[in-house]
């Protein structure tokens, strides 16, 4: 170390660019919570939030000596940035947060030090040790350089006493304005028994529940719920511990604490009476529920424990007790569909839900379905800012990536519309009239920033083939599509599949012609596949105007195969102008055929529809 530490800054990065919410700043815990630690230890603290204030780092009114920066996924560019940013000016970085936790390596890249998960006690003695001289393998959670490489400790068990952290400090913020701010979080609880596999929560913090007392959380009210017009607690389930929950809020009437807050909460939460009664006397003016899909399958793939009819039931309830309620929908499951988008739209009118965001599954890294989408090749890019629930960022099975992208946006103009402005004012809803407009406005923005951007990037993903197929057939209608007969056995073609793709072509009109040697025409015995299939790709040149090569991959003993015979393919085919190589697995099926469909037709949608009744007359799972 070049000096001792003392002063510290914390920095929470800003979100690439707006959404729903951006007008209504809620700073998380994790920057705050230490500062204040570090502060009552004796350190001189400082955080900037970047989505409160965003203050020239040149020239800020602090001068640091170690720079600590909390992140999630899309923020991390900004992350990776302001690391390199302060390691140029000689500064020691630590990094921490939920992005960080699960790719540390990525992080070390840009900072000296990463901390995973929970940093309570890892980060007061890293700073000790740094100080100190001491050595840093003893300090669970931490991942730091060392003799050119990289060290993971081990992570330690789940912080306990949560009463015996301090209050958060909000003063330490740059730019907070006490009793002049919007939104305050409070956390009375760390946990979540609940596996949806788009989360990363119980590896983060476990599957139980860890909770402050009621008396703690009465005193953080008190003294950070008087510094705001409002009351976020941020758990990720606050009614998990009903008895608990009840006896807050009973203490919260009790003691005259007149506040506005609102809280994520399940569907389950609305069963109860009693609880609801006690929500809507102690203020609680909306809740955040995970309602995710109205698509039984997709419930059920996420394993929420919910049905539509939990869904429906909930919003009524709450709102015959007065309390608002903002829904999250998540689109682009294996089971969704256009269809099902519409939809949910359609059911999110008729239950008259307040609030809402569309967001589409986003495999952050740490979750199960990041392993699983990244293991099948389905991730389109790592460019982390995309990474934000608003972007496109795998290919769904039953949607392109364009799709699912244009779709989720038309389902939002769908619900934030003038009309529905209209209604809320006749209510003299003033507030949710003033969202709904503020969402219709952001959503012409949205619109207009992605078409001119990320739309054009997921038009490239989806016109690949058809680009190739254009270099190889230039000007040409393709009418006649070729296939020789030994590429179906060369990968594995299962039945079903191959079926349905020959079905698929000949119901977009185009003639298909299958080459198959004859046995008196078949080269030496020991003459490889490749020859046969030379041979018959030679007799299609002249036949056919393409000629599709079809690579299955969709069994795991198959894969390396299919690989090598894509290198394969690539000297066979070198003197090969029409032949195309197009590889094919179940969860790709739809989104290769949607490719080949292009290079044929012209109107997605008229291929959407060949699709889907191909797989009703085939009866194919695909």
Known sequence: MNRPIQNILFIEPRNPRPHIFSRVAI????????????????????VVVEEIAQPDLATLDFSPDLVCISSITPTMPRALFLGDYYRQQGLPVVMGGPHPSFLPEESLAHADYVICGEADEAL?????????????????????????????????????????LPIPDYRLIHGWNPGKQSVVSIATSRGCPFGCRFCSVILLFGRKFRYNSVDRVLAEIRQNGQ??????????????????????????????????WSAQVRVEAAKDPELLELMARSG??????????????????????????DIREAVTLFHRFGIAVHGMFVFGSEEDTLQVMRETVTFSHDIDLDSLQYLILTPIPGTPIYDELASQNRL?????????GHHAVFVPRYMTPLELQIGTLRAMKGFYTWPSVLRRLWRRDWFFAKLKAHGRL??????????????????????????EGRRLLPRRRIRTVGIPDD?????????????????FLEKLGVEIVLERLEAEESPPVDVDQADRLRLEIARLQEKTDIILLPIWAGLENVRQKAREVHQDLGQLLSSCRKAMPVSFTPTLFFNVCMQVGLLIKAKPG????????????VGATV
């Open 380 to 388: 389109l890019h790592q460019d982390w800012q995309y990474y934000d």
């Open 487 to 503: 590429i179906w056995g060369l990968t594995a073609w299962e039945t079903g599949p191959k079926e349905f793709l020959l079905k």
């Open 227 to 260: 510094q705001a017009k409002h009351i976020f607690f941020c758990d990720d389930n606050f009614t998990a511990d009903r008895k608990r929950s009840k006896e807050l809020m009973r203490r919260m009437i009790a003691e005259g604490l007149k506040v506005e």
């Open 27 to 46: 700073p998380r815990l994790g920057c705050v919570l230490l500062g204040t630690i570090l502060r009552d230890q004796g350190y001189n603290v400082k």
């Open 124 to 164: 007061p003695e890293l700073i000790t040790a740094l100080n100190s001289g001491a050595s840093l393998e003893g300090i669970g959670n931490l991942c730091y350089h060392v003799d050119g490489g990289i060290r993971i400790n081990p992570w330690r068990p789940f912080f306990q006493d949560l009463d015996s």
């Open 442 to 467: 952001h959503l012409r923005r949205s619109f207009r920033e992605v078409k001119q951007g990320y739309f054009q990037q997921l038009k490239e993903q989806l016109f690949s083939v058809v680009r």
């Open 284 to 309: 609680c003016y909306m809740v955040f529920i995970g309602m995710e899909s109205i698509n039984p399958a997709t419930l059920k793939a996420f394993k929420k424990g919910q049905t539509v009819a």
């Open 606 to 617: 008229l291929i959407r529809r060949v699709y889907f009744q191909t797989l009703v007359e």
